[in-house]
């Protein structure tokens, strides 16, 4: 037997198990049918994530009725601080998202599917608090699950907004041969 | 819009280089001639796919800068230096390597793995290049081969050992995708080297490649890298205290390793690839930096101060460090003339060079210096590859072919798409102002080939003349044609075929009448 790798047979996501806000038991079939916007941060973070939550929001209203097609996900890379209670609260701003945490493993092996970077930095003052610098991209899986675009934190919530109306009102595939849909 | 260079004929020494390139490119699979170094095993840096690379990135800033009209001489250089890199002789090195164990690394070795993969984690000092290379080949060339499925096939397979074919499947596409989110992983600070060993330089090449593939398909990953890798790099800085670029960093513990021995090579390879997108911070530095390497010579010619490596693990290193070949090249990009005359004044009175069926190169000598105590070191990579790379490029060379992408109607204007292997081209642009191709072109007795150039787009442009040092040689239209020089003159489809004799050797314009487009 051949030891074949293609490339294209490694997509960014993966299936997962996690439990969301209210404490349900999710996986990525939970979402199927649906398109899903995926952010992953830590509900202690500062900057990166309020700001992300709302640009994402802001994106999301601006959408209208195409934004029902749309679940919102916001996975924890912190699963140690963030546990279901504190998910739901961080979030009560930012309504259409729904947070999801899990176990140390689950939330690494989730990392790891999305190609997450997170990276603990303790506070230097010792007082045990840290922050962790992460990724801030959002990705768009399509209803079946698949990788198909993602935002980095550069583009204007108009930018995003137009980008997603083309995803969903012509459920493009991934956008030429290979090429990284990055916006 | 075309360089200001391209308006000047190459010399004598810039076409030897050229055609040493393509000499290294022609030698049969597995035959690396004048291209094995001092180290073991294709690990250090003067590896062949360092070798490799480099003679296309040379190529192709000569294209971009200096013969824009003469696609066909690069193109087959490119396409033989690119299935040469995909040799596993090239790449196999890194089954082992992947293993850890380095000073670098070998805390952590014990969760390595053998990785038959070259480009599946780390090793960016080589995915980088197939990267790049696959991809300005597209976008110089105007022709998407690499891109198709499987283009870029990593295989290895051996009779007398290993069990099963491995084979890595890519293209320019996937991999360049495999490369970018390798860098989304790493928080922007770059992809492994060596496990655990994030060098500056070796993610230069990749973001070279995350351009090329910008101009080509879209999209804006270059400058989203750069924009983040600039954040990222900003705890740590990229300057050590000595005013020297850092070399690495340990992607575990995040602790830089400073330049604190002042290698030449760290600053100038970093410094020559770097201000392709960060010009204004690599000019700042330069005048410190160079200060510290630079020795004078008699006579205008310089040379370099290079520091005693320190032993490791109680073992004096063996490599190539290719310090004089980089910093020569570092200088070019830097537009430093003065500089870069004295340090090929130096090459070329110390370094032996030499001429082989037509191709100009600096021989291998490991002799660090001469009696008279004068520098002669000289590994493959400098004297095949830098020195001609340096002799080649413009200034702000890269900067120029990472920031001024040709315009699509550079891919419609005529230009020479062939060319006989026995005839060296030192001059080709296309003028739009005078609808004329310029071209300069000479048929040598030393090497064996068929004297042809292949000139296309031409037909289409309606009635055109040839004139070569200012005397006609033809008149066309269409399939008519009026020959009336000792040019042997053809057409073949919708491109112009000249057979040069033995010794041809001429300035030629090619001329076409304005506002008499054939529609053809």
């Not at chain 2, 330069?286 to 290079?306: C, E, H, M, T, W």
């Not at chain 2, 063996?318 to 500089?339: L, P």
Request: aromatic fraction near 12%; charged fraction near 20%.
């Amino acid at each position: 037997m051949t030891s074949l790798e293609t490339s294209r047979l490694m997509p960014i996501g993966g299936s997962f198990c996690l439990i969301d806000h209210d404490n349900r038991v999710v996986s990525d079939e939970t979402y199927l049918g649906h398109y899903a916007l995926i952010f992953f941060g830590f509900t202690h973070c500062r900057v990166v994530c309020p700001r992300a939550l709302a640009k994402l929001s802001a994106v999301l209203e601006s959408l209208g009725p195409l934004a029902d097609r749309i679940r919102p996900i916001y996975v924890t890379i912190d699963p140690e601080r963030d546990t279901p209670d504190v998910m739901r609260s961080f979030l009560q701003p930012y309504p259409r998202f729904t947070g999801l945490t899990g176990s140390r493993e689950q939330i690494d092996r989730v990392k790891k599917a999305f190609r997450v970077f997170a990276q603990r930095v303790d506070d230097p003052t010792g007082n045990g608090e840290y922050a962790i610098p992460h990724t801030a991209i959002a990705y768009v899986l399509d209803p079946r699950g698949r990788f198909v675009s993602h935002f980095t934190d550069a583009p204007s919530a108009e930018e995003i907004a137009v980008r997603l109306k083309q995803l969903l009102t012509t459920d493009c595939q991934p956008c030429g041969a290979g090429a990284v849909p990055t916006v | 819009m075309s360089s200001p260079y391209a308006l000047q004929s190459l010399d004598k020494l810039q076409v030897g280089h050229i055609r040493h390139f393509d000499n290294l490119s022609r030698q049969p699979p597995n035959q690396w001639e004048l291209m094995k170094g001092k180290g073991y095993g294709q690990e250090d840096f003067g590896g062949f796919r360092f070798q490799l690379a480099y003679m296309a990135y040379a190529l192709a800033l000569t294209h971009r800068h200096r013969l824009p009209a003469a696609p066909g001489l690069f193109k087959p250089i490119f396409e033989r230096l690119i299935e040469k890199i995909l040799l596993p002789e090239v790449w196999m090195y890194w089954r082992d390597v992947s293993r850890g164990g380095s000073i670098f690394n070998a805390h952590l070795a014990e969760n390595y793995r053998e990785e038959w993969n070259p480009v599946g984690r780390d090793n960016i000092m080589y995915s980088a290049y197939v990267q790049s290379m696959a991809l300005l080949y597209n976008y110089l060339f105007n022709d998407s081969r690499y891109a198709q499925p499987a283009a870029l096939t990593f295989r290895f397979w051996s009779y007398f050992w290993g069990g099963e074919e491995k084979r890595f499947e890519y293209d320019q596409n996937s991999l360049n995708d495999h490369i970018y989110w390798q860098m989304v992983q790493s928080g922007y600070l770059g992809v492994a080297c060596e496990p655990n060993c994030v060098f500056q330089i070796c993610n230069q090449p990749a973001i070279l490649g995350f351009r090329m593939h910008d101009l080509i398909n879209g999209g804006s990953i270059a400058e989203e890298v750069t924009r983040s890798y600039e954040q990222a790099w900003k705890d740590f800085g990229r300057i050590g205290d000595n005013g020297h670029y850092h070399i690495m960093m340990a992607r575990d513990t995040k602790a830089v390793r400073q330049n604190i021995g002042k290698s030449p090579w760290v600053d100038a390879w970093t410094g020559a690839l770097l201000n392709m997108w960060n010009r204004e911070f690599v000019h700042d530095h330069y005048p410190r930096q160079i200060r510290d390497f630079l020795k004078s010579g008699d006579d205008g010619a310089l040379s370099i101060n290079v520091p005693v490596r320190p032993e490791v693990m109680g073992q004096r290193i063996i490599s190539d460090d290719c310090d004089f070949g980089w910093v020569t090249a570092w200088v070019s990009e830097m537009g430093d003339a003065e500089t870069l005359r004295g340090l090929l004044t130096h090459a070329d009175r110390y370094m032996a060079p030499t001429w082989l069926d037509g191709g100009l190169y600096y021989p291998r000598n490991d002799m660090v210096e001469n009696a008279d105590g004068i520098r002669t070191l000289i590994e493959p990579m400098s004297g095949n590859v830098l020195l001609g790379y340096a002799r080649l490029n413009i200034p702000d060379g890269l900067w120029h072919l990472y920031n001024e992408p040709w315009e699509p109607t550079h891919f419609e204007e005529p230009a020479i798409v062939a060319v006989g292997s026995d005839v060296d081209i030192s001059r080709a642009i296309f003028d739009s102002a005078r609808n004329t191709l310029n071209f300069a072109i000479e048929r040598r007795r030393d090497v064996r080939g068929n004297g042809t150039v292949r000139i296309a787009k031409a037909l289409a442009r309606g009635p055109w003349s040839l004139a070569c040092d200012g005397a006609e040689m033809a008149r066309g239209s269409g399939n008519s044609l009026q020959i009336a020089g000792s040019l042997r003159i053809g057409v073949d489809g919708s491109d112009v075929l000249l057979y040069c004799p033995e010794g041809f050797a001429h300035l030629c314009a090619m001329t076409f009448e304005s506002g008499k487009r054939d529609s053809r």
